[in-house]
Each structure stands twice: as C-alpha cells, then as structure tokens.
C-alpha cells in the first residue's frame, strides 16, 4: 500500500471562517471519493461522499469539490467551530474495494 | 455513534504473543473491513470479509488473519507479535453494494 508521512499538514482557522482542506488523489479510475474526520482517540466519522459523475456536492456546512482533470479534491467547511478540530482524511475507491486513504490534515480551529 | 463496535477499547501484551481484536458491524451489513492506523503509515488497509467469505486482502502480514462468522461479527488475530505491530486497529462495515465505509472506535494495541 502506499506510504503516507508522520508529518500532518495543519490548517488553522479562526472561529467563524471558512476552512478548505485539500487532497491530491492518486487513481484516475477511482469513482467514488469520501470525507472522514478523526477527532484524537476515535475512529474515522463519516462526513461526505461524492462520486466521479459529480463536481460538487453539499452537506450541512460542508462542500465537496472534485476536479477529476487534476485529480483533486477538497473539502469546504463553512462557518468553522472549535467543534470541528480534527484531522481530515480523504479517501478513494475503485470498484468498491477498500479505501485508498490520504495522510490527513489537521484542522485547528483558533477560537 | 456509527453503530459498530470493538472490542476490547485496549490491549497490552508482549513480543511473541497472540491477540484477537474483534468487531461487531452495523446491523444490517454484510461487509466488514481491516483497517491499521500507525504513525508512519497512516491507514492502511488489511483485509475484507463479504457475508464470511474474504473478498479482497491488502497488506495484512502472513502473522495476522481474519475471519468473519455467521453471525457477521469479524476477528482479527495477530500472532508473532513484534514491536512494529503497535498501532490501532479500525473495523469499518459497509451495506452490500454501497461503498460508504463506517468505522468502529479502534483497538489501541501496545506491544512491549
């Protein structure tokens, strides 16, 4: 499987602004994409999906983006609280195997 | 809560050992996934059982197996144990056909 670093990008926000975290993802043939977040000490908690026949998609306060040209993706988080510190991994999957994950970046919401 | 459990939440144990982590998926799934969480390598996949037939595998050691029962809850036995083995241990189970991953609160597993 592929190697990812101990060295977690960080993104620190302020209370109230918009964060935007973002991942390169690797397989062109990946069809189906996933937001986790991982608040220390639990497991990853789903947050959105998005497939290859989509460019964006929205949850509650929080926007998908794929750009299948450059193989990227990201993720808007809207009006950021200090509830949403966390470490944001994205995911990908080809044909319905198991998760490719990415190495993650931590969100530090600075109230 | 995702609805999937495991058990135990800790485990400390020696070199050598044999341990056996298990996972209890969200009703109604049938598919359940291995997954190791360590510092240098992020999350790594290890092993997928389908309705208790294995269906695909990832970097999972020749030391460690799995299984799944009739019941669908999973196991995940790792034996041998070294150092390197120190990580934690995620489950996650999907609905037959979906790919929406749900992951369990780990197994923190310490090797000494």
């Known amino acids: 499987g592929e190697s990812v670093g101990l060295h977690l990008p960080t993104l620190s926000v302020q209370e109230g602004d918009n964060s935007i975290i973002n991942c390169a993802y690797s397989?062109?043939?990946?069809?189906?994409f996933i937001w986790y977040k991982q608040e220390s000490g639990k497991g990853p908690q789903f947050i959105i999906d998005?497939?290859?026949?989509?460019d964006k998609r929205q949850g509650q306060r929080v926007t998908v983006l794929l750009n299948k040209t450059v193989k990227h993706l990201s993720l808007q988080i809207a009006a950021t609280q200090p509830g949403d510190s966390a470490v944001y991994f994205c995911?990908?999957?080809?044909?319905?195997?198991?998760?490719?994950f990415g190495s993650g970046t931590r969100l530090q919401v600075q109230p | 809560d995702s609805g999937v459990t495991q058990t135990p939440k800790h485990l400390i144990t020696a070199t050598g050992q044999r341990v056996t982590l298990r996972c209890s998926p969200r009703?109604?799934?049938?598919?359940v996934y291995w997954y190791q969480q360590s510092l240098d390598q992020g999350l790594q996949f290890l092993i997928q059982?389908?309705?208790?037939?294995?269906?695909a595998k990832g970097n999972i050691l020749e030391r460690f197996s799995a299984q799944q029962f009739p019941d669908l809850h999973s196991e995940l036995n790792l034996s041998s144990l070294e150092l390197g083995d120190s990580a934690l241990y995620f489950c996650?189970?999907?609905?037959?056909?979906?790919?929406?991953?749900?992951f369990g609160p780990g197994t923190r597993l310490l090797v000494l």
């Open positions: 996650a189970s999907s609905l037959a056909g979906e790919e929406t991953q749900y």
């Open positions: 397989n062109s043939a990946s069809d189906y």
């Open positions: 998005i497939r290859s026949n989509m």
């Open positions: 995911a990908e999957n080809t044909g319905r195997r198991a998760l490719t």
């Open positions: 009703s109604g799934d049938l598919s």
């Open positions: 059982y389908y309705n208790g037939e294995e269906r």
